[in-house]
């Protein structure tokens, strides 16, 4: 019995007490209220909570995030456009040449390129594993190529200006006879690259080339050499009998009027008939041509104008007439080549 009291004084002790005032109403309220605020903003008293668990599914997120794209790139070797569009963003390296970091997105834009072109020869559809393999290979391989003469031209202070890519593409359209606008169609539909990619590799290209030229001291030697017998009035004939491997002579070559080959008909086109160019840089050619203007003869069996069909002298000539005594020239080329 004595122990039924004591928890009734017990449970009674947490009642209202019998007499009311207002510090009684107004302590009664504030626990009312603050029970309320509880249950109304839970985030006030489970703050520290809330931090921590957001900080730790960030952080796991984060880690699943890079371990699928480690996944993606290094174990499944994806170049799906998502792949290429994360490796644009981030910088991650898939070789490494002498100490200098080859991006990614490098290696992507160049396979990109050569599987569009493969999968156009194969009407739309996936080209064969084989095939596909060696393009992997060759775009990895151009991607090394420029990553080590980014490197070399680092140390050179070699460098290539916005004017100098602007030239070189204007040159490639003007060739191509193409508006600009058709001109950018072409590179996406037939290379899957945007103008901004072109200007990229168009750049890496004349690096490349502006590089060669410099750490080719041999080349160089071999070209002076070439102009001072030139200069002294010797033949391009006699002076490859002289220097032997050094040079490479061609006696007759027939260039295209679209430039196609890289410089050497721009050359051709600067010279009087006789008249013998100096050791020039080209694009296409490894090494410094040296160009004689001379004179031949052609006959026009079939003829085929930039971006037209295939036609025949006759139908050329009709609506290209040709003066009689016409002469076609074409060049003597002399080429000191670079080693590979």
Same mark, same amino acid.
């Given at each position: 019995?004595?122990?039924?009291? !004591? ?40 703050? $520290?909570?809330?931090?921590? $668990? ?102 050179? $202070? ?100 679209? $430039? ?41 069996? !079939? ?38």
């Amino acid at each position: 019995m004595g122990m039924i009291k !004591k928890l009734f004084r017990k449970k009674s002790s947490n009642k209202l007490p019998t007499r009311i005032t207002n510090d009684t109403v107004a302590e009664h309220r504030e626990r009312v209220l603050a029970g309320g605020r509880k249950l109304k903003y839970p985030i006030q008293y489970t703050r $520290n909570t809330l931090v921590r $668990n957001a900080i730790l599914i960030s952080l796991g997120a984060l880690v699943a995030l890079v371990v699928l794209v480690w996944l993606q790139l290094y174990i499944w070797k994806d170049t799906s456009d998502l792949a290429y569009r994360i490796t644009r963003v981030v910088p991650l390296p898939v070789a490494n040449i002498d100490g200098q970091s080859v991006r990614y997105s490098d290696y992507l834009m160049y396979h990109r390129s050569t599987i569009s072109v493969l999968e156009g020869q194969q009407g739309g559809g996936s080209a064969p594993s084989d095939r596909m393999r060696f393009q992997q290979e060759q775009a990895l391989d151009r991607a090394l190529e420029d990553a080590y003469a980014q490197k070399l031209a680092k140390e050179r $202070n070699i460098s290539i200006s916005d004017e100098q890519v602007d030239k070189f593409i204007e040159q490639q359209r003007n060739d191509a006879d193409l508006t600009e606008e058709a001109y950018v169609a072409v590179v996406n539909d037939h290379l899957r690259w945007t103008i901004d990619e072109l200007r990229q590799a168009m750049r890496n290209t004349l690096l490349r080339q502006e590089v060669a030229f410099s750490v080719d001291d041999e080349a160089s030697t071999t070209a002076q050499q070439v102009a001072d017998l030139i200069e002294q009035g010797s033949a391009l004939a006699d002076i490859a009998e002289s220097l032997g491997d050094k040079v490479e002579y061609q006696p007759e070559v027939v260039v295209p009027l679209d $430039n196609s080959d890289g410089g050497i008909s721009e050359i051709a086109s600067r010279l009087e008939v006789g008249q013998t160019s100096g050791a020039e840089k080209t694009i296409a050619r490894d090494g410094f041509p040296v160009v004689t203007c001379g004179l031949g003869g052609l006959k026009l069996l !079939k003829l085929q104008r930039p971006g037209k069909s295939a036609q025949s002298a006759d139908a050329f000539l009709r609506g290209f007439a040709l003066e009689a005594g016409t002469v076609l020239q074409p060049p003597i080329v002399l080429t000191i080549p670079q080693p590979t």
